[in-house]
């Protein structure tokens, strides 16, 4: 996003190596034909000093986030960067350009909440943030809702509240029980996994050292039968004893 930021950045006339000076101040200078989308329709410029209120970076390839300095161009009525590879979140000081008529952001991988101060701009009459990562709930209130148009906002699996279709309780509701039904299942799997590991483990452990441990495995059935007779011998008693008393 760098020619985002080298446009919001103060020129200041003279000599200067730096590139971006010497393309600031070749633009200041020169008269071009520049074409403009916003509001759904093509305009043509014949100046670049139309720039200071209309930006039109669409269909560039831009990566990265949005520069916070983009929100210091109090005179930009319409901006346009979609179809894009942006990231990141929408600047929040943006409620402060006041002067936006037209704002798209469509197309984008820009994620987080729609800033509230977004409902403060008074002029905007074309808002596109569709097929973004939006989440929460869509913000209310003056020049917002007059934008009714679902489709505005189409395609951003966490965003809900009016004018999409989408409750925001259940929204919200819906995608933590999914977030917590997944981390339920992987402890259910990490407990059943641990439990086969170590079963395994002490089993052969115990049985690993009789095999390869002749005089332990004798000890331990000698030890074995001492149990079995010490409890075999009184039981059969008991039963002598019981039968003698039944036949007398």
Known sequence: MDMLTAMTMPY?????????????????????S??????GSELQYSTLLVLVTSIDLSRNQ????????ITSLLGLRNLNLSYNQLDGTIPKEIGKMQSLESLDFCMNEISGI????????NFLTTLNLSYNNFSGKIPTGDQLQTLLDPSIYMDNPYLC???LYKSCSTSENSHDFNVQGNDNNLDEILLVLFTVLGFGFGFWMFFGVLIFKRNWRYQL?????DILD???????????????????
């Open 12 to 32: 200041h006339y003279g000599k200067s190596n730096s590139p971006l000076s010497n393309f600031q101040h070749s633009t200041l200078l020169c008269n071009l």
């Open 34 to 39: 520049i074409s403009v989308s916003m509001k």
């Open 62 to 69: 831009l990566t990265g986030e949005i520069p916070q300095s």
């Open 114 to 121: 729609i800033p509230y101060n977004l409902a403060n701009l």
């Open 161 to 163: 509240g009016s004018p």
């Open 221 to 225: 059935f000698q030890m074995v039968d």
């Open 230 to 248: 010490r409890i075999y011998v009184p039981v059969m008693v008991f039963i002598a004893r019981s039968c003698n008393d039944t036949t007398e």
